[in-house]
């Protein structure tokens, strides 16, 4: 017989984990199945692409980047920019722009054009994936949603943990992966929902830490404009963020950041009054180029409305965690396998995730003791 101290300690972390997995679940399950699509979306989009666009003059040389903002705002007359990014296999710059410099997502403009001649290049704005991305970060409630989806994870977490703790216990008189599948049908999915549950605690565990951190993006940037960049807006005060007109030539500015960092190959630009940049300074972004470094960005800040050089400055390492977050969520640091073996664990997760479901209910009716199935507490690798 066990030690009353710790049977009580062990209906503790059983209803940490009861109680854990039911809030959470429904909401795991929808970022479970909008992930799944997610983690192919380059692959689907390339799939589904029909127009093989080509650029107006292959070869040609490249217009300026004055010249492609220009044709972004001529595009939306009255917005400003936002964003401007780089296609990396072919002649095409992505201009964002909104009605503000601090303009909210769901009121931000994303056009893509040639380089060789300042053409628009057809989009795919609006399509399932695009649904589906907003729905998995903000289920269209902006920040608000991203900061529940991410109390959710940490729910998961919570979860995750008190499932581990349980399954201890539970598994001392039996080898590990035993299926009792002779026995009574919910006996037999409890032991599914254990074994896949530990498969799987790892990787639940990695996705469900990184998603926490990428619902935390707007609070982290923030936090590195106040913190990290203060110093350049001082002498600023009482200044308004310059209209696109009082902005010195990109092209100069982009020029002088690759001068600052020569071994960097440039990623995208951020316009004065956004998240990414102080008020005024253009924010011209870098990154290294092995697979790691490639998605750990350098910001070179320079003065808008002068073109002048203001600083190189590295990203404090919560801003480095969130950088490396977002791929390695989805699984995009090796390629194809990768993502296949994401979507494996992806498809095991709604399977513990509805199994625990169901034990849940099938719990709620009297259960003989002959079954073998433990009283208090319910083990559980995972939600």
């Not at 409305?305 to 977002?326: C, D, H, I, V």
Request: charged content about 15%; hydrophobic content about 45%; proline content about 7%.
């Amino acid at each position: 017989m066990k030690h009353p101290m710790q049977q009580s300690t062990l209906r503790v972390w059983s209803a940490i984990h009861k109680w854990t997995s039911l809030i959470c679940t429904a909401f795991i399950l929808m970022l479970c199945l909008t992930g799944l699509p997610l983690i192919f979306h380059d692959e689907i989009e390339a799939t589904f692409d029909t127009d093989h666009w080509q650029a107006a003059n292959p070869g040609g040389p490249m217009l300026s980047l004055d010249r492609m903002l220009r044709a972004a705002l001529d595009n939306r007359p009255g917005e400003v920019p936002l964003f401007m990014s780089f296609d990396t296999d072919r002649p095409v710059v992505n201009v964002t722009t909104g009605p503000t410099p601090d303009a909210p997502g769901g009121a931000m403009h994303f056009a893509s054009f040639d380089r060789t001649s300042g053409d628009l290049v057809p989009g795919h704005q609006g399509g399932v994936m695009e649904f589906l991305l907003q729905l998995h970060t903000d289920m269209f409630l902006g920040l608000p949603g991203m900061l529940f989806l991410g109390f959710m994870g940490i729910l998961l977490v919570a979860a995750i943990v008190s499932g581990v703790v349980l399954y201890a216990p539970f598994m001392r008189k039996l080898e590990f992966g035993t299926l009792r599948v002779k026995r009574s049908r919910r006996l037999k999915w409890l032991d599914y929902h254990n074994l896949l549950g530990i498969v799987t605690v790892a990787w639940l565990t990695v996705v469900g830490l990184t998603g926490v951190v990428n619902t935390l993006a707007t609070p982290i940037l923030d936090t590195w404009k106040n913190q990290s960049l203060a110093d350049l807006t001082a002498g600023y005060q009482g200044a308004a963020v310059p209209a696109p007109a009082e902005m010195a030539s990109l092209d100069a500015a982009v020029a002088r950041a690759k001068d600052a960092a020569p071994d960097q190959t440039l990623q995208f630009v951020a316009f004065p009054g956004g998240g990414w940049s102080t008020d005024f300074h253009y924010a011209v972004f870098l990154h290294g180029n092995t697979p790691l470094t490639s998605h750990i960005v350098t910001p070179a800040l320079v003065d808008a409305r002068t073109g002048e050089f203001a600083a190189l400055r590295e990203m404090p390492w919560y801003n480095k965690t969130l950088a490396l977050s977002g791929p390695l969520h989805f699984g995009d640091y090796g390629g194809l396998p990768l993502k296949i073996l994401w979507a494996v664990l992806d498809v095991i997760t709604i399977v513990v995730l509805i199994s625990g479901l169901y034990l849940w209910l099938a719990r709620r009716q009297p259960t003989p003791r002959a079954t073998g199935a433990p009283a208090t507490p319910q083990a559980g690798g995972a939600p």
